[in-house]
Structures are given as structure tokens and as C-alpha cells.
């Protein structure tokens, strides 16, 4: 298994940086043709999408090395097993959250976008489409990622609780 994760981040950041590539080379191609030639109009959509695709590889990529920012007060006051048991559910929130927006998300897709008579057809429909469909995947793999450092937070805390005997995760926690 870990073998198979270690592939996954490989490509992932591999991807991500052929993506910064793109985003380098089609920027500094806008800027060169912007002042001896016209823009193609589909250079803006695919600098878009790049970020777009950028942002949600990137998230996937530091969810999973734990440099994720953290945005917690609770976290930098306690100490041990506290600091974990902390941490373990701010990892739950996250990824209940990062859970709940694939859903939605997958939701708008479905409902809004391809069921809907206002979706967007024709050829601006590619362009949309692939801008759009990384959103869902970029939430999955973060919430996926921050439940398993949930359960790693807690696993942890149940290890330190098993050293002493006379403790128990529910002492420790209440």
C-alpha cells in the first residue's frame, strides 16, 4: 500500500509541476504575443484552468505532507496528548468539510450544470468542463488525506493512553 501512495504522490507532483510549467509558458507567451501579435482568445481559459487545477493539486499535495496551513488557537496552548486529541479533531472537521463541498459540488455538476436547460453547451463546453471537474477531486483527496491524519491523531493518542496504566482515553479526554 505504501508503495501505491508513494506512485500517487510521485505523479501528483509531477503533474503539478508540468502544470506551473504551463501556466510559466502560456503567460510568458501571452505577454510576447500581446506586443508583436494577437492573443488567441482560448490562451486566457487555459491559463485559467491551469490555476484552477494548480490550486486543488497543490491542496491535495500539502494535505497530505501535513504543511497544510492550520488555523487554530486551541492547538498552540495545549501540550501531549491534548495537543493531539486537538488536532485529531480539527482533522475531522476538515475533512467532514472538505467532504461535504465534493458533495455539493458534485451536486451543482449534476444538477446545475449537465441536467439543467442554462448549462453551458457548444464549444465553451470543454473549456468549462475541464475547469470545473478537478473542484470535486481536489476536496475528495483532501478529505480523504485528513481523515486518515485524524486517525493517525487518534491512533497516537490511543498508544500514549495504553502506556499508563491506570489511564484511559476517557480520563484523559474528560
Not at 39 to 55: E, F, H, Q
Amino acid at each position: 500500500m505504501k508503495k501505491v501512495v508513494e506512485w500517487i504522490r510521485r505523479i501528483e507532483k509531477y503533474f503539478l509541476a508540468l502544470l506551473v510549467f504551463g501556466i510559466s509558458f502560456f503567460s510568458i507567451g501571452q505577454i510576447i504575443l500581446r506586443r508583436f501579435a494577437r492573443v488567441p482568445l482560448w490562451m486566457d481559459s487555459c491559463i485559467n484552468i491551469l490555476v484552477v487545477w494548480t490550486a486543488f493539486i497543490a491542496a491535495g499535495v500539502v494535505t497530505y505532507e501535513a504543511s497544510h496551513i492550520k488555523i487554530d488557537i486551541v492547538g498552540r496552548f495545549v501540550k501531549g496528548v491534548w495537543k493531539k486529541v486537538v488536532y485529531g479533531f480539527i482533522s475531522l472537521f476538515g475533512g467532514l468539510a472538505s467532504s461535504l463541498f465534493m458533495v455539493l459540488f458534485i451536486v451543482y455538476l449534476t444538477v446545475i450544470e449537465y441536467l439543467s436547460k442554462v448549462s453551458t453547451h457548444g464549444t465553451g463546453a470543454l473549456i468549462h468542463t475541464l475547469l470545473l471537474v478537478v473542484i470535486p477531486w481536489g476536496f475528495m483527496i483532501m478529505a480523504i488525506r485528513m481523515i486518515n491524519m485524524m486517525n493517525a491523531d487518534f491512533h497516537e493518542v490511543a498508544l500514549i493512553t495504553r502506556k499508563k496504566p491506570d489511564s484511559s482515553l476517557i480520563k484523559v479526554l474528560f
